[in-house]
């Protein structure tokens, strides 16, 4: 089944201590994207990637790090999250043309993640 | 950069029409993106519009125009279950996708 799976789902963690929110699609995609959702906010895209080893930042990036080691990982990291950083996370991931997006992207189930 | 503006809640009644408009200023416009999305949810995918001109699903359909900066998403025959969030999203030719806030519609009996 073609799918985006994000891991953790629900993770409560505390002010500081480093963590990585995995994603990982099965489609041979080579855009991944982060992003984050807020109330009143909409999806705030983080950073996002057109291909291996290929990185850029998107509209919000301060306090994360990304990288894209495999085609089909694309973890976003936290090395030392803040309670500003309570949201709801999403990754997505499509296919991209010489020109752009050539249809749809396909994201995630969501992370939710909360800062303590 | 880009610029999204589109209705922040629209009510209407089962079984009639509601048109979301969404105006946009993006460099570099490659296509935009109409997804749905109920609270808590992921989005899910309705419509890529890349050229001008009206396009077809079902009950959905969306239309660009390229020039004006202008795309719409047009809902029919309105089901209960289409109340959620509908997010526009213009995309540019290197990866960059910004969301609109999302327009909330409320269907009601």
């Known amino acids: 089944e073609a799918q985006v799976t994000q891991n953790p789902r629900y993770l409560i963690t505390v002010t500081g201590k480093k963590l990585t929110v995995t994603c990982s699609q099965n489609?041979?995609?080579?855009?991944m994207s982060w992003y984050r959702q807020d109330p009143g906010l909409g999806l705030r895209q983080i950073y996002y990637?057109?291909?291996?080893?290929?990185?850029d930042k998107g509209d919000v990036p301060e306090g994360y790090k990304v990288s894209r080691k495999e085609k089909r990982n694309f973890p976003l990291i936290l090395e030392s999250p803040s309670p500003n950083q309570t949201s709801l996370y999403f990754c997505?991931?499509?296919?991209?043309?010489?020109?752009?997006?050539?249809?749809?992207?396909?994201f995630g189930e969501g992370s939710r993640l909360t800062v303590l | 950069g880009q610029n999204i503006d589109q209705p922040t809640e629209m009510t209407a009644t089962e079984g009639a029409i509601v048109q979301i408009n969404c105006t946009y200023q993006t460099s570099g416009f490659n296509g935009l993106f109409w997804y749905q999305q109920h609270a808590g949810e992921a989005p899910t995918f309705l419509s890529y519009?890349?050229?001008?001109g009206l396009e077809e699903k079902g009950r959905f359909s969306s239309f660009l125009s390229r020039s004006k900066g202008y795309s719409y998403l047009l809902l029919k025959e309105l089901q209960m279950k289409d109340s959620a969030s509908y997010l526009c999203a213009p995309t540019d030719s290197w990866g960059k996708l910004q969301f609109g806030a999302g327009t909330q519609v409320v269907v009601t009996p």
């Open positions: 997505a991931s499509s296919f991209m043309g010489a020109s752009g997006f050539t249809g749809e992207l396909f």
């Open positions: 990637s057109m291909n291996v080893e290929v990185t």
């Open positions: 519009n890349v050229l001008d």
């Open positions: 489609m041979n995609h080579e855009y």
